[in-house]
């Protein structure tokens, strides 16, 4: 067995799998006393808003969500290769409420299905740096009965590309910027931060059994993307 292939497969089982090979053309100059690897941890936090309205009661929810992605990224030749650690929920709350006011229904984050999924996906050269790419997947809502499920649209970054353009989630950016692009010389510092935030909205017409809803959602994100040299 090839030396480099049997360090890749016995640190791709330490780390609890391997996520990706970047491509070949990806070239990163590892300076002759400089970093070989680093831990990266990726934090996203989210709060937000939603409504239905299809000529009843209207159904609302607000929610706060934070998550972070924990592994390893390692300089291999041309390539970096990227493991994955862990993903941890750090805060999850969601109240809905339907109903006339006195007479309301209450459901939480406690009567859904599902939680919210933290996905890294890459890390793409952006000279001069490198560009993060996350999905950050929401759950369906309503909670209440209703004709219809829909997932809430959670944040996600720019290099995301979406099989409806129209509907792609850059469209919908009211302020700031989802690019999350790391300065190379990040890489070659004891410890890098760096924090992004930016704000959506978007309204849009979804069916519902024989008829339509108004879907309106809105959020503001915050991606918090940290390096520890080793």
Same mark, same amino acid.
């Given at each position: 067995?090839?030396?480099?292939?049997?360090?890749?497969?016995?640190?791709?089982?330490?780390?609890?799998?391997?996520?990706?090979?970047?491509?070949?053309?990806?070239?990163?100059?590892?300076?002759?006393?400089?970093?070989?690897?680093?831990?990266?941890?990726?934090?996203?936090?989210?709060?937000?808003?939603?409504?239905?309205?299809?000529?009843?009661?209207?159904?609302?929810? $607000?929610? /706060?969500? =934070?998550?972070?992605? +924990?592994?390893? #990224? &390692?300089?291999?030749?041309? %390539?970096?290769?990227?493991?994955?650690?862990?993903?941890?929920?750090?805060?999850?709350?969601?109240? $809905?409420? /339907?109903? =006339?006011?006195?007479? +309301?229904?209450? #459901? &939480?984050?406690?009567?859904? %299905?599902?939680?919210?999924?933290?996905?890294?996906?890459?890390?793409?050269?952006?000279?001069?740096?490198?560009?993060?790419?996350?999905?950050?997947?929401?759950?369906?809502?309503?909670?209440?009965?209703?004709?219809?499920?829909?997932?809430?649209?959670?944040?996600?970054?720019?290099?995301?590309?979406?099989?409806?353009?129209?509907?792609?989630?850059?469209?919908?950016?009211?302020?700031?910027?989802?690019?999350?692009?790391?300065?190379?010389?990040?890489?070659?510092?004891?410890?890098?931060?760096?924090?992004?935030?930016?704000?959506?909205?978007?309204?849009?017409?979804?069916?519902?059994?024989?008829?339509?809803?108004?879907?309106?959602?809105?959020?503001?994100?915050?991606?918090?993307?940290?390096?520890?040299?080793?």
């Amino acid at each position: 067995m090839a030396k480099g292939f049997g360090r890749r497969f016995v640190r791709a089982l330490a780390g609890a799998g391997l996520v990706l090979f970047l491509p070949a053309s990806f070239s990163y100059s590892r300076p002759p006393a400089g970093p070989g690897w680093w831990e990266i941890r990726l934090t996203v936090t989210v709060k937000g808003t939603y409504s239905l309205r299809s000529g009843g009661a209207p159904i609302t929810g $607000e929610y /706060t969500c =934070r998550a972070r992605w +924990e592994g390893s #990224l &390692e300089v291999d030749g041309d %390539d970096f290769l990227l493991y994955h650690t862990k993903t941890d929920i750090l805060e999850w709350r969601l109240e $809905e409420k /339907t109903g =006339r006011p006195g007479s +309301e229904t209450v #459901l &939480e984050e406690k009567d859904a %299905d599902d939680k919210p999924i933290l996905r890294l996906n890459y890390v793409l050269k952006d000279e001069p740096g490198v560009e993060v790419d996350f999905d950050f997947l929401g759950i369906p809502v309503p909670l209440h009965p209703f004709p219809v499920k829909v997932p809430l649209e959670f944040p996600s970054t720019n290099a995301r590309r979406d099989l409806l353009p129209e509907l792609n989630y850059i469209n919908f950016i009211s302020r700031g910027s989802n690019r999350v692009v790391i300065p190379a010389s990040d890489l070659g510092r004891p410890a890098a931060e760096r924090k992004f935030s930016w704000e959506w909205r978007r309204a849009r017409q979804v069916a519902a059994g024989t008829g339509s809803c108004l879907l309106t959602e809105r959020h503001a994100a915050a991606a918090v993307v940290s390096f520890i040299t080793h």
